[in-house]
């Protein structure tokens, strides 16, 4: 199975299978076209087939246009050697191996997210969490039960050296000593069991002072500042209970905390809903704030929400997408880039075909821990009973559940089969899913379409990137 | 003329891949709309080995 796209003035082509990227020009990008129209690629060594298809071609490109048939026959051995390579048309043959990773690995647990305070000092409407409650009571997580959490994880991981721990809520720094308590246990112990603990903290700002950034910025891996980009955005939604915008409260302190943290491992994580499918406009609000790590993602609300993304707004998101990844290549070429965490595509150093078809570990090896110390298969399941794993003093007991999410890989639902982009997201967001359609191997279609073109966008991206600058000058 | 250019990538159906060491997809930025593409690979053993 191939894709084929044109983006940021190249014609692209990405084999699913063998994750290889062409670029092309306008007649082997036809030629391809016809190959896979026609189900030609199996049959190129045919005579009678490479006549069809360099005659479907020439129709296109008239001699008027300087393609001599020598060309078209050149383009035509080039494209057949990528088949032969197996860089073109690569046969699917992973589905045997799907959940051998989850098979191999079972049983280790390698990240949680610790849901240290179920409470927020904000009021923002479009909250998954709802209101950082998950719609249960107002707590925050003792000391012991932290302590228990990180026991688990390290009794949990088998040989595994880096365990990940997000400080998450609600808003974690409501809860901040227990925070700074955990951190210097988990540094305790992690000699001790040949373990590297890397946090991140997601915050959204309000409770920001020097402790809080010197602290994050010795002990946090990463930290994760919640900004919705244009104050009249922001301040739209996350807003205190007094209805007021938090926007001029936060953002000196994300600049200072940035500033200190020397603009690195930090991301400025935004939320786009139906008010602001613009969201260029808000990554550019930040870019002018002086940020460079970039998030922007599309609302996970209940279905008829006022912030939910409609039909309309979908061509207006794409049209996003592509002037960003414009805006991003523009900014390459000013010496003042940035980095936009759905484009951050690495091609030559990307995550393993097991990763790939595995699927995106919740249940299996990253759960989140609520205050009380119960387990759920990520942030997103947390309020929901059925699927409570167990806790963290007797360890996973619903085994109905870690069953069904052991099963999840990009082959688990049939939707995936033809799409050319699963080998990029692996099946997608069980959570999103399961909102979507009442099953967690049901399809998030929207989500889906989302994914696939911001896919395309960084990978476009990635091939200007390469070829521009490997060739030391522009188109 | 060269009329396709391929781009380096990560071969797909070679390695010895699955070591589990990188992150789990829903971490760092995102939380609610994960994919796998922009995760890094770190298996060192791997990695040292190309």
């Known amino acids: 199975m191939i894709h084929q796209y044109k983006l940021l003035g190249y014609n ?36 009678e087939v490479r006549s069809k298809v360099t005659g479907a071609v020439r129709e296109l490109f008239p001699r008027s246009d300087g393609l001599t048939d020598a060309d078209l026959d050149e383009c035509y051995d080039d494209v057949k050697a990528l088949v032969s390579a197996g860089k073109l048309f690569a046969p699917d043959t992973f589905e045997p191996i799907a959940g051998k990773l989850k098979e191999k690995t079972g049983g280790v647990v390698k990240a949680l997210c610790l849901h240290i305070a179920h409470t927020c000092n904000l009021n923002c409407s479009y909250c998954f969490a709802s209101q950082g409650k998950y719609n249960g009571e107002r707590a925050v997580m003792s000391f012991e039960v932290g302590k228990r959490a990180l026991d688990f994880l390290i009794e949990n991981s088998g040989t595994r050296r880096n365990l990940e721990v997000d400080f998450f809520g609600g808003e974690p720094l409501m809860n901040f000593d227990v925070v700074k308590r955990l951190v210097a246990y988990a540094r305790e112990i992690e000699g001790k069991y040949n373990k590297n603990f890397r946090f991140t903290l997601t915050t959204n700002g309000v409770l920001i002072d020097d402790d809080v950034i010197e602290f994050a910025n010795k002990e946090m891996s990463n930290v994760v500042l919640s900004l919705d980009g244009r104050r009249e955005i922001h301040d739209k939604f996350r807003v205190d209970y007094q209805g007021r915008g938090s926007f001029d409260r936060i953002v000196p302190k994300f600049q200072r905390l940035v500033r200190e943290r020397g603009g690195k491992n930090y991301y400025m994580r935004g939320t786009f809903t139906h008010r602001n499918p613009d969201f260029l406009e808000d990554i550019k609000a930040m870019l ?96 929901d009973e059925k699927f409570k794993l167990g806790d963290v003093f007797s360890g996973v007991s619903n085994t109905a559940v870690r069953e069904e999410f052991a099963s999840c890989n990009v082959y688990a639902r049939e939707e995936c089969r033809d799409c050319w982009a699963r080998l990029y997201c692996s099946g997608g967001c069980a959570a999103n899913a399961y909102h979507a359609t009442g099953s967690v191997k049901g399809v998030y279609e929207y989500g889906c379409r989302l994914f696939r073109k911001r896919m395309e966008c960084a990978v476009a991206l990635a091939v200007a990137r390469m070829l521009e600058d490997n060739e030391g000058a522009d188109k | 003329m060269e009329r396709i250019k391929t781009i380096e990538t990560r071969k797909l159906c070679e390695g010895n891949g699955g070591c589990g060491e990188c992150q789990t997809s829903c971490q760092s930025a995102c939380k609610t709309s994960c994919g796998i593409a922009n995760q890094a690979c770190e298996n060192t053993a791997e990695k040292e080995s190309k």
């Open chain 1, 12 to 47: 692209i082509i990405l084999d699913v299978a063998s994750g290889a990227v062409h670029a092309t020009d306008e007649v082997c990008y036809e030629m391809i076209r016809i190959i896979d129209e026609g189900g030609y690629q199996d049959m190129l060594e045919l005579a």
């Open chain 1, 288 to 383: 002018d704030l002086g940020f460079r790590e970039l998030s922007m993602e599309p609302v996970v609300c209940a279905k008829g929400d006022e912030g939910e993304l409609t039909e309309e707004d979908f061509p207006i998101v794409c049209e996003q997408y592509e002037r960003l990844a414009e805006l991003m290549r523009e900014r390459d070429k000013a010496g003042d880039p940035f980095t936009f965490y759905h484009y951050m595509i690495d091609l030559t150093g990307g995550p393993c075909i097991y990763k790939r078809i595995s699927g995106c570990g919740s249940d299996t090896e990253y759960m989140a821990v609520t205050p009380w110390g119960d387990l759920y298969p990520c942030h997103q399941f947390v309020g």
